[in-house]
């Protein structure tokens, strides 16, 4: 009778190989383009790319960027997460909305807000932000709601009972959360990490108007000037096997973590912390994210518009409309390419 259902099985799964085919075959074009144009390269020229020193320093600056980015993400993301699932601070929910704002805007625009208000004759009279340390900045900031909405899920899913059991074995609070707490968020850690790092390596709209190099910099440099796109075929290569090597990573690290739990089925909520004292400076660190991220760019765009002829402002409407009808195809069809991928899985 089992044996019967085998084929019957895995004819209702027909239908999700299709498209799980093509979404796979397009991801694989552009690889299979950059095979293609790398092999161009002969054999002395190919060992003249692999030993440019300008390799190093891509390499090298693209590390630093990406633990740069990992670490300030940590420090915004993580108290944010605490501080909107585990504390009595008032409109929690409010502020999880108001803190993911920043996804919306992009990486390079916020670069260029950054860059056009700040400097003498700026908005802010800051020192106009340049090289690495701008890029950290911008990319921090439109990155760690990434890692906030991974740890908030992982807040909200813990289970208080090891919590309670490590304070009742005579464990302080900190204590415990350092030593049962963190252990159980390591999965939504490296989850919202790979997220992060993602981004950070594909990103070169913001790295360019920093003019910090790294690989995804010089790669569009190569391509938009057609100077060497042989050694950009290999430099997108390099990153390729980078992000690979991230992918594996993470993949090594989630399948060795052990999380354990006391209670069966759906965790108990936690009793919410009450911050006493502490309570103003809570809500500090919750709006200064919000006020860095998305007020300030937001103010500044509307302080640089003022220096726009009013007839190109009109332009506006049409650019929103247009953004609109991209982004609800594109949505839609990414779900429908993600969903037979993920069922499969």
Same mark, same amino acid.
């Not at 939504?188 to 913001?206: N, R």
């Not at 760019?297 to 509307?302: D, E, K, M, R, V």
């Given at each position: 009778?089992?044996?019967?259902?085998?084929?019957?099985?895995? @004819?209702? $799964?027909?239908?999700?190989? *299709?498209?799980?085919?093509?979404?796979?075959?397009?991801?694989?074009? !552009?690889? &299979?383009?950059?095979?293609?144009? %790398?092999?161009?390269?002969?054999?002395?020229? @190919?060992?003249?790319?692999?030993?440019?020193?300008?390799?190093?320093? #891509?390499?090298?600056?693209?590390?630093?960027? @990406?633990?740069?980015?990992?670490?300030?993400?940590?420090?915004?993301?993580? !108290?944010?997460?605490?501080?909107?699932?585990?504390?009595?601070?008032?409109?929690?929910?409010?502020?999880?909305?108001?803190?993911?704002?920043?996804?919306?805007?992009?990486?390079?625009?916020?670069?260029?807000?950054?860059? =056009?208000?700040?400097?003498?004759?700026?908005? $802010?009279?800051?020192?106009?932000?340049?090289?690495?340390?701008?890029?950290?900045? &911008?990319?921090?900031?439109?990155?760690?709601?990434? @890692?906030?909405?991974?740890?908030?899920?992982?807040?909200?899913? $813990?289970?208080?009972? #090891?919590?309670?059991?490590?304070?009742?074995?005579?464990?302080?609070?900190?204590?415990?959360?350092?030593?049962?707490?963190?252990?159980?968020?390591?999965?939504?850690?490296?989850?919202?990490?790979?997220?992060?790092?993602?981004?950070?390596?594909?990103?070169?709209?913001? &790295?360019?108007?920093?003019?910090?190099?790294?690989?995804?910099? %010089?790669?569009?440099?190569?391509?938009?000037?057609?100077?060497?796109?042989?050694?950009?075929?290999?430099?997108?290569?390099?990153?390729?096997?980078?992000?690979?090597?991230?992918?594996?990573?993470?993949?090594?690290?989630?399948?060795?973590?052990?999380? =354990?739990?006391?209670?069966?089925?759906?965790?108990?909520?936690?009793?919410?912390?009450?911050?006493?004292?502490?309570?103003?400076?809570?809500?500090?660190?919750?709006?200064?994210?919000?006020?860095?991220?998305?007020?300030?760019?937001?103010? =500044?765009?509307?302080?640089?518009?003022?220096?726009?002829?009013?007839?190109?402002? #009109?332009?506006?409407?049409?650019?929103? *409309?247009?953004?609109?009808?991209?982004?609800?195809?594109?949505?839609?069809?990414?779900?429908?390419?993600?969903? !037979?991928?993920?069922?499969? %899985?």
């Amino acid at each position: 009778m089992v044996q019967s259902l085998r084929p019957h099985r895995w @004819l209702s $799964l027909v239908p999700f190989f *299709l498209p799980a085919i093509l979404t796979g075959g397009g991801v694989a074009l !552009p690889l &299979v383009y950059l095979v293609l144009r %790398a092999a161009e390269a002969q054999a002395r020229e @190919l060992w003249t790319i692999l030993l440019r020193p300008k390799n190093l320093e #891509l390499l090298i600056n693209t590390l630093e960027l @990406l633990v740069g980015v990992l670490l300030t993400t940590t420090l915004i993301a993580l !108290p944010l997460a605490f501080l909107t699932t585990r504390t009595n601070l008032w409109g929690k929910r409010a502020f999880t909305v108001l803190l993911t704002l920043p996804l919306a805007i992009p990486g390079y625009v916020g670069a260029y807000v950054w860059l =056009a208000s700040t400097g003498t004759d700026g908005l $802010l009279p800051l020192p106009r932000p340049q090289g690495y340390w701008g890029a950290l900045l &911008v990319l921090s900031l439109s990155t760690y709601p990434y @890692l906030f909405l991974s740890l908030r899920a992982a807040f909200l899913g $813990l289970d208080p009972s #090891l919590e309670e059991a490590a304070r009742t074995l005579g464990q302080k609070p900190l204590n415990a959360f350092w030593k049962v707490v963190l252990p159980q968020l390591a999965p939504a850690l490296l989850s919202g990490y790979l997220i992060v790092a993602l981004h950070v390596l594909g990103d070169f709209g913001t &790295v360019s108007l920093f003019r910090y190099d790294t690989f995804s910099y %010089a790669i569009y440099l190569q391509y938009y000037a057609a100077f060497d796109r042989v050694y950009a075929a290999w430099l997108a290569l390099g990153l390729t096997l980078f992000t690979g090597g991230l992918l594996l990573g993470e993949h090594f690290l989630l399948h060795r973590l052990w999380v =354990a739990r006391v209670s069966k089925g759906s965790p108990p909520q936690s009793r919410p912390i009450s911050l006493g004292p502490l309570t103003p400076l809570g809500y500090v660190l919750v709006l200064l994210p919000v006020l860095i991220g998305v007020v300030f760019p937001f103010l =500044a765009l509307l302080h640089l518009a003022r220096r726009f002829p009013s007839e190109k402002l #009109l332009g506006v409407w049409e650019a929103f *409309l247009h953004s609109a009808l991209a982004a609800g195809p594109a949505a839609f069809l990414a779900v429908g390419m993600a969903l !037979p991928l993920a069922y499969l %899985a």
